[in-house]
């Protein structure tokens, strides 16, 4: 029997005030988080950072590539992390633990992602965000396949939609492997794209396709004898456009 749910306004402001009352809860809505972040970096002067050091690996164009939802002022993605952050979510570890643990957002673009990792539990002074575009401070400017931190600094690593920009991703993974602490979390995602399956990466204008996965052996293989337990994966079982992701543990 189909149900509807009406809410008077009494139960609407009565959420709202919960919601107020709790303010990370805000930030598990995809509309809030974009929202918020936009506005924040309106209101800074819209400062977008590049970086400017040679890449170890980032393919030609990422950048101007990764720039257009900025410069457009759409910052449209604001759904996608749900696809990696919510299984992330769901480890014991992570949901009753988050607010001791330190992790690290590779290519988050804008804070969205950051405040998505907030939204399911960990603390803002815990979160690090690197990209080779910075439109926070909260975002570092560096290369995933050199990363500016010390060995074992993370709890957890996140890298949701990146690794398509890489020429090395090898590399890239064994970045993670190295600033991950044995024990913590890697999540990946990226998407496979059956009609690029031919090329590993080309430039259109500014548009790059990026490099093609479609397996999660493929990840996992880069990940090699540190693989510990997997708690998500996800690829497509046809030959279609899908997301391909892997949640492990790391040894
Ligand atoms: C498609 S966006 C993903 C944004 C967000 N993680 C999501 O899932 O919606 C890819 C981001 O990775 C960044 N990126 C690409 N190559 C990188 C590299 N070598 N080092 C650091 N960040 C990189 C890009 O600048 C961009 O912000």
């Known amino acids: 029997m189909a149900h509807d749910i009406s809410i008077d306004e009494t139960q609407f402001n009565t959420m709202i005030q919960l919601l107020a009352s709790s303010a990370k809860d805000l930030f598990l809505s995809p509309a809030c988080r974009q929202y918020f972040a936009k506005d924040t970096f309106e209101k800074r002067g819209s400062p977008v950072r590049e970086f400017t050091g040679p890449s170890a690996g980032a393919m030609p164009g990422t950048i101007a590539h990764n720039r257009i939802q900025i410069d457009d002022g759409t910052f449209t993605s604001a759904p996608r992390t749900l696809r990696l952050i919510n299984p992330l979510s769901s480890i014991h570890d992570v949901f009753t633990g988050a607010v001791n643990m330190k992790v690290l957002s590779i290519g988050p673009r804008t804070e969205m992602e950051l405040l998505h990792l907030v939204g399911i539990g960990f603390l803002p002074g815990n979160i690090t965000g690197l990209d080779l575009i910075s439109t926070s401070p909260w975002i570092d400017l560096g290369d995933m396949h050199a990363m500016p931190y010390p060995d ?20 890239a993974v064994d970045e993670m492997l190295r600033v991950v602490k044995p024990g913590g979390i890697v999540a990946i995602g990226v998407t496979y794209n059956p009609d690029a399956a031919e ?49 492990a543990r790391i040894r």
Do not use: C
């Open 152 to 171: 074992t600094a993370f709890d957890v690593v996140i890298s949701g939609w990146v690794l398509a920009y890489s020429k090395n991703p090898q590399k």
């Open 199 to 247: 090329i590993e990466y080309k430039n259109e204008g500014d548009r790059i396709q990026g490099r093609i996965f479609r397996r999660v052996a493929e990840l996992t293989a880069m990940i090699g004898p540190r693989l510990g337990p997997i708690y998500f994966q996800h690829e497509p079982e046809a030959d279609e456009k899908l997301p391909v992701m892997l949640i």
